[in-house]
């Protein structure tokens, strides 16, 4: 199997789940994700198959993707809102949206539309080695910078923060923020790099599956990358039975991650990894 | 705000959002609204379809209610309606005969129930015993009942011939029985109004139901009256998975009678904005049900003349839970600076 197939699979959800993981880290769980990523996927579609540019496409996705995090950002973190809710609407908002200005613009015959590739060497390409870089450097910034450390106790002890002369809202809004870049150059490259296509509910739960390799990955950059790996590889794997017309029940192995996540909660439960303000609206005193 | 203006203002705020979200589209109110109105009420027919898309939607609704009654998060919806509808078939091929008669059909909408509650339960085990958050465990579990269901309708549960990855179709005589033969309305729709009722009784007139909402609303306050915390959470999640394993088990029993890769349809996620809306009122969920319904049987209408479709209804939603969170706030805020 080839190696670059399994990076190609992988690298929409893990830059989705890395987003996330920093959304997390500071607090900000987004259900959401899902929806930014369908946004980016969306416009990057829109706007390279109307240029014909796919750098153009890549910029309008992540840019849309930013813009729909921040909406729901700006609910969750400035209002107060409570996550879940407002993640599941921004969900059902890109949805919505996205479905109906496609079908608005190409019809509902299921019209195949190719896109302009990105420029690749041996299928790697800008992205993927922005994702490769990206590891380390999340690494490096959370653990050895002053704002990382800040985004860290955003998540877990808010009140500390804010002590420190900090805004505590300004920081979940740039974690939120760096999660919907994140997020919606995930879509961008799903739609431009992966599929060279778009379709209605493209995404069809990669975003959720972000989420969940975040919580795999125990909330570290290397190993919610791993975990994506691991996903990324069954994800090829089973393409790879399908057209060599094995019958095998792959449904077992694709439903292993979740599975193997859920027995390693159940083994040793959230523990301290989890960011203890994960889910909590923080308001001022 | 009292609550009777929360409601009233909730209702306008629902046909704002539908009147705005059709300028939005540019499609002609007028014109839409009436075409809306007819693919919802017009005909017999529209009626069925309007109360069978609003079947699940109760049933799940009020599963959410209950979960997020008691603070927990559970967004496995789409989860337990698959494994309530999962375990009705199992029983349907290897236990329940067709002679069975009302007696079968009992038993596979228990089995429907069973198969969600269970489910939901590996999520309350979580919760309780490794502090595992339910939004996280339940996002996971929906994964896995989706695998489950693809591999079921493909191996032990596929059809006699086993040419297409879905179940052999249940026989007549254990379908829920239908108002017209030619309409989709089932007799499930008076289960889930039963079962609102039901639900609205156990939590606001019974000692477990007000101990369910006092867990939920001031966790503090249920630990100092030594509530039992952990079994009122762990029964509340499973009681939430029931209701929406029993729409799983409806959705097959009453509309589709076999279960295909194609068979969850997101009900499970669509039903959190619905109860949303209801405030977690069991009985609001019947009117809030009702309304999206009629919006998903209403808007297929609409195809004549524009390709929106259902997907208007995703945005009327989205918009609508939106805008209920910024009301709450504005609201909420004078009386939070008083009690500073």
């Given amino acids: 199997m080839d190696v670059l197939i399994v990076l190609m699979f992988t690298t929409p959800m893990a830059l989705a789940a890395l987003g996330e993981m920093i959304g997390q880290k500071a607090g900000v769980i987004n259900i959401g994700v899902e929806g930014t990523m369908l946004t980016g996927a969306f416009f990057a579609m829109m706007a390279a198959h109307a240029t014909g540019n796919p750098w153009v496409g890549l910029i309008a996705g992540t840019s849309a993707g930013l813009l729909v995090t921040l909406l729901g950002g700006w609910f969750s973190v400035k209002l107060g809102a409570d996550q879940v809710v407002v993640g599941t609407a921004i969900n059902l908002l890109a949805l919505g949206l996205t479905s109906y200005l496609f079908r608005s613009k190409f019809g509902t015959s299921g019209q195949l539309l190719s896109l302009p590739g990105l420029p690749n060497w041996n299928r790697i390409d800008a992205v993927i080695l922005f994702l490769l870089a990206g590891v380390p450097m999340a690494v490096w910034a959370l653990q050895k910078t002053r704002f990382g450390l800040a985004l860290r106790a955003a998540g877990e002890y808010p009140k500390a923060l804010e002590a420190s002369g900090f805004s505590v809202a300004k920081v979940r809004l740039v974690a939120v923020a760096i999660s919907g870049i994140l997020g919606g150059l995930a879509g961008a490259y799903l739609s431009l790099g992966v599929a060279q296509s778009f379709a209605e509910n493209m995404t069809s739960g990669r975003g959720f599956i972000a989420i969940a390799m975040v919580t795999f990955g125990r909330w570290r950059p290397s190993m919610v990358f791993g975990a994506c790996l691991l996903v990324g590889f069954l994800d090829a794997l089973q393409y790879r039975f399908q057209s060599l017309g094995f019958d095998v029940p792959f449904q077992l192995a694709i439903a292993m991650p979740y599975v193997v996540a859920l027995l390693v909660l159940a083994l040793v439960g959230k523990g301290t990894v989890a960011p203890s303000a994960l889910a909590r609206p923080y308001s001022k005193e | 705000m009292n609550r009777h203006a929360q409601a009233a203002l909730t209702v306008c705020g629902l046909l704002a959002i539908l009147i705005l979200s059709l300028l939005a589209f540019g499609l002609p109110i007028g014109k839409s609204l009436s075409l809306i109105f007819q693919g919802a009420f017009g005909d017999p027919y529209a009626w069925s379809r309007t109360l069978g898309k609003t079947t699940p939607l109760i049933l799940c609704g009020l599963g959410v209610v209950i979960a997020w009654r008691a603070g927990l998060y559970n967004i496995g919806g789409e989860g337990q309606f698959v494994l309530g509808a999962l375990m009705s078939a199992c029983w349907a091929k290897w236990l329940v ?235 909420r805020r004078p009386r939070r600076s008083e009690a500073d």
């Avoid at chain 2, 297409?164 to 029985?177: I, K, R, S, Y």
């Avoid at chain 2, 079962?195 to 139901?209: N, P």
């Avoid at chain 2, 867990?215 to 929406?244: E, K, W, Y």
């Fill in chain 2, 97 to 331: 005969m067709p002679g069975w008669g009302y007696a079968g059909i009992l038993a596979l909408l228990v089995a429907s129930c069973v198969g969600g509650a269970l489910w939901a339960a590996i999520a309350a085990w979580l919760y309780i015993k490794r502090g595992v958050e339910a939004v996280i465990s339940t996002l996971l579990l929906n994964f896995v009942a989706i695998q489950l269901l693809e591999y079921a309708v493909s191996g032990p549960l596929q059809e006699a011939k086993r040419q297409v990855p879905q179940t052999d179709g249940l026989a007549e005589t254990l379908m829920l029985a239908k108002f017209n033969p030619q309409a989709d309305l089932h007799y499930g729709v008076v289960v889930a109004v039963l079962v609102a009722v039901g639900v609205f009784i156990y939590l606001f007139r019974t000692k477990d139901g007000f101990r369910l909402r006092v867990v939920g609303d001031n966790p503090n306050v249920a630990r100092a009256n030594r509530f039992p915390t952990s079994a009122i959470q762990f029964r509340s999640l499973m009681l939430s998975g029931g209701l929406c394993g029993l729409a799983g088990g409806v959705e097959l029993l009453g509309i589709t009678g076999y279960l295909g890769k194609g068979f969850p349809q997101q009900l499970g996620f669509l039903a959190i904005p619905v109860a949303l809306l209801a405030g977690l009122h069991p009985l609001w969920v019947l009117l809030s049900a009702f309304y999206f319904g009629a919006l998903f049987a209403g808007t297929q209408n609409l195809a004549s003349f524009t390709p929106a479709g259902t997907t208007l209804v995703y945005v009327i939603q989205g918009a609508a839970v939106l805008g209920l969170v910024g009301l709450r706030y504005w609201t």
